[in-house]
């Protein structure tokens, strides 16, 4: 599925207010950072896509596997870690992927790219929101079906920190409520992620702490 797509572009379009400008539309993907897992929301905060079925409508049989692999594989902290507070020092200055509460900018962006339910994402970028898109199709019928997704005002995003040392087309976007998290574009798109925020902090420079005082910036 190519986000060129005319008939895509229509089918999103769909979404936009009267007069609503498209400054782009990207493929994306949960990203990483420096090598750390990137957390999958809890399963009852989860998102359904296209019908998909949620964690409190599966089998018993089927959450209690689920259940019973996340206890052998998980390393992941409990959920209240990523938006703790007094984590957040911490957290800056080991430069994690993730902070930010379930419900923070950053927390709703990462649970609306892991949802339940087959779907390619497009991150949708006007001159008034910055939103999630969910598409199913691949167009050769000339049709895509379409659901919106987590939403913001793209001035929320208060600084970009772009991810190469970790792998190529990987970069942390930090909101203004104090929140970041890891996103991912492919190859084909990265440069027009690029272009957009050409003051993307270099991975070495320590994340920004918007909550202490001015961050760097980078806007469409």
């Known amino acids: 599925m ?84 007094a984590a957040r020092q911490k957290c800056l200055q080991k430069k994690h992927a993730f902070w930010g509460a379930w419900d923070s900018l950053a927390g709703g962006l990462l649970r609306g790219l892991q949802p339940v339910g087959a779907a390619h994402k497009i991150l949708l970028l006007t001159d008034r929101r910055i939103q999630l898109v969910y598409v199913q199709g691949d167009g050769k019928d000339g049709s895509f079906a379409v659901e919106p997704g987590w939403r913001a005002d793209p001035r929320t995003i208060v600084w970009v920190r772009d991810c190469k040392d970790y792998m190529p087309g990987h970069y942390q976007l930090g909101f203004s409520d104090g929140s970041w998290m890891p996103v991912f574009f492919p190859k084909q798109v990265r440069g027009r992620f690029a272009a957009l925020y050409p003051h993307a902090q270099h991975w070495k420079q320590p994340l920004p702490d918007v909550l202490a005082g001015p961050a760097a910036q980078g806007r469409p």
Do not use: Y
């Not at 782009?24 to 993907?29: E, N, T, V």
């Not at 809890?42 to 079925?53: A, I, T, Y």
């Open 2 to 85: 190519a986000a060129e797509s005319g008939g895509l572009r229509a089918a999103v379009e769909r979404f936009l207010e009267p007069g609503e400008r498209v400054v782009d539309m990207l493929p994306a993907d949960k990203g990483s950072c420096r090598m750390q897992a990137t957390p999958a929301p809890p399963k009852d905060l989860e998102l359904s896509v296209f019908g998909g079925v949620l964690w409190h409508e599966r089998s018993l049989a089927s959450r209690t596997v689920s259940v019973i692999l996340d206890v052998i594989c998980s390393t992941q902290p409990t959920r209240g870690h990523f938006g703790d507070p």
